[in-house]
T-cell receptor, first 113, second 111 residues
Framework: KAGVTQTPRYLIKTRGQQVTLSCSPISGHRSVSWYQQTPGQGLQFLFEYFSETQRNKGNFPGRFSGRQFSNSRSEMNVSTLELGDSALYLC????????????FGQGTRLTVV | AQRVTQPEKLLSVFKGAPVELKCNYSYSGSPELFWYVQYSRQRLQLLLRHISRESIKGFTADLNKGETSFHLKKPFAQEEDSAMYYCALSGPNSGYSTLTFGKGTMLLVSP
């Protein structure tokens, strides 16, 4: 079956703009999580959605938000972009009930200039 | 607070040598521990998890609750093992739905 798909793969934005990233999970998976990966901080959890509801949230400012649709696809939005938001954003999907394996997408590389 | 520590940023070994990638964690409760691997130009993927107690690609990891460690070991490294390795945990506080990662260890296996 198809893996986790993230679009776009690369983005260049200017400070102050906003951006929306998309993630299509593996068919049948109901949980989608987002992670930010930077050289300095490594992989950090942003938030998790399950059945269209935010179930868990990491320690990121309110400029970072997300949502999940009825087909489990998820979007992540970052408003008022800052240079420090430049990172690889990874999406992971899982069945969502208990101890299940997380499958990761290829990521979206966001560069803020 | 939950935390995963991987003390080595880089581990360089020769082919055929034993490998041990260290991972220590702090968590109040019963976490599940994982090792994820990222080969060059590939996506992050699960290597193994402590509850399955499997050996994958010759790698094993034993959860030591007393030392709060989950070190990854392989007796004889291969060149194709060269990759970035991340230790991670999930816990009941998040319904085992989210992962806390260490900063990763780059393993380089030379011929």
């Amino acid at each position: 079956k198809a893996g986790v798909t993230q679009t776009p793969r690369y983005l260049i934005k200017t400070r102050g703009q906003q951006v929306t990233l998309s993630c299509s999970p593996i068919s049948g998976h109901r949980s989608v999580s987002w992670y930010q990966q930077t050289p300095g901080q490594g992989l950090q959890f942003l938030f998790e959605y399950f059945s269209e509801t935010q179930r868990n949230k990491g320690n990121f400012p309110g400029r970072f938000s997300g949502r999940q649709f009825s087909n489990s696809r998820s979007e992540m939005n970052v408003s008022t972009l800052e240079l420090g938001d430049s990172a690889l954003y990874l999406c992971a999907s899982s069945g969502g009930t208990g101890n299940t394996e997380a499958f990761f997408g290829q990521g979206t590389r966001l560069t803020v200039v | 607070a939950q935390r995963v520590t991987q003390p080595e940023k880089l581990l360089s070994v020769f082919k055929g040598a034993p490998v041990e990638l260290k991972c220590n964690y702090s968590y109040s409760g019963s976490p599940e521990l994982f090792w994820y691997v990222q080969y060059s130009r590939q996506r992050l993927q699960l290597l193994l998890r402590h509850i399955s107690r499997e050996s994958i690609k010759g790698f094993t990891a034993d959860l030591n609750k007393g030392e709060t460690s989950f070190h990854l070991k392989k007796p004889f490294a291969q060149e194709e093992d060269s990759a970035m390795y991340y230790c991670a945990l999930s816990g009941p506080n998040s319904g085992y739905s989210t992962l806390t990662f260490g900063k990763g260890t780059m393993l380089l296996v030379s011929p």
